[in-house]
């Protein structure tokens, strides 16, 4: 299966914040490589993966209070 990469904005402030959604997506799905960028106005979260969609991770960070949306590129 070939790895996709899916990019968001998000609501993340601090880097307690990328620990909690790394630990989250390590639980749940085969992530290839993450990374979260605090430094940027947008908090961008990439994702690479071959096995989750655009949708459950946006409710997956929902359920630790983390608003995302799917970057418009």
């Keep these: 299966m070939e790895n996709k990469i899916l990019i968001f904005t998000t609501?993340?402030?601090?880097?307690?914040?990328?620990?909690?959604?790394?630990?989250?997506?390590?639980?749940?799905?085969?992530i290839c490589s993450f990374s979260l960028d605090l430094d940027?106005?947008?908090?961008?979260?990439?994702i690479e993966c071959n096995n989750a969609s655009e949708s459950e991770i946006i409710s997956l960070l929902k359920t630790i209070n983390i608003s995302a949306a799917v970057l418009n590129h």
């Design 11 to 30: 609501s993340a402030k601090k880097r307690s914040d990328a620990i909690r959604i790394e630990k989250l997506l390590d639980k749940k799905y085969n």
């Design 40 to 46: 940027d106005w947008e908090k961008i979260l990439r």
